[in-house]
């Protein structure tokens, strides 16, 4: 996953990072002479290969093949007076990881090949879509039979919007008795596990021992507070009680330091004092005046805005047909290069919740700017009347508009969501008009200056 990070004060810019939690815990496994390895998936654009690269510079392997069914996902996160604040995220691939990509990595149809690890780590993001749920349980399966310890961090409530509390404990369990060996859990969400999410109690360290009642071992992490184990602040008394700050990536370095001292030995108690003190002196050293916005991140060599530009021309294969579009035209629209010049993927399509491969569509009555207006409609070639998907979709593209500042978008021409300059006609006999899809007669609305990824007029085609 790539991280993308606006930070608002000294030394203020657009920074980038190989991110998404398991990156984050891997960097500092790595750092400490772990040899680590992640079960994720990465997108087969240019963004993915520099994560890649990243990765594999910290000595992090990712044995997992690119996709090409969608794009890298990527996070996009404004931080200010020290805390950060997510504004934007793109799933892309990470939803997309599956059985296939596991027993590819492991070589074993069963998920047994484990051999030489000394711990499993989930991330409570692989929860969200069934089908990284479904390797998160095998895994975690596989490991309790070998005897490896098992951890999971749920991450934030939000990313479980659409499970009630007994779902989401469901998820956490990972089908294991008595769940995974230790649950990590902030604060939040340890009290809304526990049950008090609507009336506000109870609070973190009761919630630690009723989560510890179902699971086999609980530590909620509550910032500038220390930890929670078994109902007991634990901590260094200096550790950052006066730092109010929240800093993305700090809960995964305590699970790292959590992990590599249980490794090395230490009673739990020790292990979370260690993992404290580590994470505030990473949010210490992280919102320094005039400092680097934290480990891992990587200032972008042209500071001006992202560009957004259609998916399928970045190399992912989502056009309507299930093949990629393009290629890129680096000399009309830059290089294509995450450290020089940033350049997000959208599919407006996608987003609006439509599937790849799917029917094509067409604009009837006008064009994307009559569709905003309720004057024209987006119908499916036996007539479906996909209108408010395409809406949909362009919303989510205006809102990440918003979230970067972008200014400019390069869109597949002709699609009847990107297309800047033409459409085809509603006729569904390959006759292109002037007129701008939905998502980038949006954007056009919003101020973003939207151009064709083709430099002769009238070239369209469906995406």
Not at 239 to 251: H, R, W
Not at 266 to 284: D, K, M, Q, W, Y
């Amino acid at each position: 996953m790539l991280d993308v990070l606006f930070l608002s004060l000294p030394p203020q810019g657009l920074f980038i990072k190989a991110g998404g939690s398991a990156a984050n815990l891997g960097r500092v496994l790595a750092g400490e002479g772990r040899p680590v390895t992640i079960i994720g998936k990465l997108g087969s654009d240019p963004n993915g290969r520099w994560v890649a690269g990243e990765l594999g510079r910290l000595g992090v392997a990712l044995p997992a093949a690119p996709g090409v069914e969608a794009p890298t996902g990527y996070v996009v996160m404004h931080r200010r007076d020290g805390v950060d604040r997510v504004v934007y995220v793109e799933r892309g691939t990470n939803a997309l990881l599956g059985l296939r990509d596991v027993e590819q990595v492991t070589g074993e149809g069963e998920l047994g090949g484990l051999d030489g690890v000394a711990w499993l780590h989930v991330s409570g993001y692989c929860l969200i879509e069934e089908g990284p749920a479904e390797v998160a349980r095998r895994l975690a399966l596989a490991a309790r039979r070998r005897g490896i310890p098992v951890s999971l961090d749920p991450g934030v409530r939000r990313a479980f919007r659409r499970l009630d509390r007994k779902g989401v404990l469901h998820r956490l369990g990972l089908g294991l008795d008595g769940g995974p060996d230790v649950l990590l859990p902030s604060a939040d969400m340890a009290v809304f596990l526990a049950g008090g999410a609507e009336g506000g109690a109870p609070g973190p360290g009761e919630a630690s021992v009723a989560l510890g009642r179902v699971f086999r071992r609980v530590v909620v992490k509550d910032g500038p507070r220390g930890a929670w184990l078994e109902g007991v602040r634990v901590g260094p008394e200096h550790a950052v009680s006066d730092l109010q700050a929240d800093v993305s990536g700090a809960g995964d370095v305590f699970d790292a330091a959590y992990i590599v001292s249980v490794l090395a030995g230490c009673a739990p108690e020790e292990a979370v004092v260690r993992a404290v003190g580590e994470a505030g002196r990473f949010v210490a050293a992280s919102i320094a005046p005039g400092s680097a916005p934290g480990p891992g991140w990587v200032r972008v060599g042209s500071q001006r805005p992202p560009v957004l530009a259609s998916a399928c021309l970045l190399g992912a294969a989502t056009a309507y047909d299930g093949g990629p579009r393009g290629p890129w035209d680096a000399a009309r629209h830059g290089p294509l290069d995450p450290g020089e010049r940033l350049v997000l993927p959208i599919c407006p399509e996608c987003l609006g919740g439509l599937g790849v491969p799917r029917a094509p569509a067409e604009i009837t009555g006008g064009d994307g700017e009559a569709v905003i207006a309720g004057k024209a409609r987006v119908v499916t070639r036996d007539g479906r009347d996909v209108s408010e998907v395409f809406l949909k979709g362009a919303r989510r593209a205006v809102e990440l508009a918003r979230a970067t500042g972008a200014q400019r978008a390069v869109l597949k021409d002709g699609s009847p969501s990107c297309g800047p300059t033409r459409i085809h006609d509603g006729t569904f006999t390959g006759r292109s008009v002037p007129g701008r899809g939905v998502a980038a007669a949006a954007l056009r609305l919003l101020g973003v200056e939207v151009e064709p990824d083709a430099a002769k007029p009238g070239r369209a085609g469906y995406a």
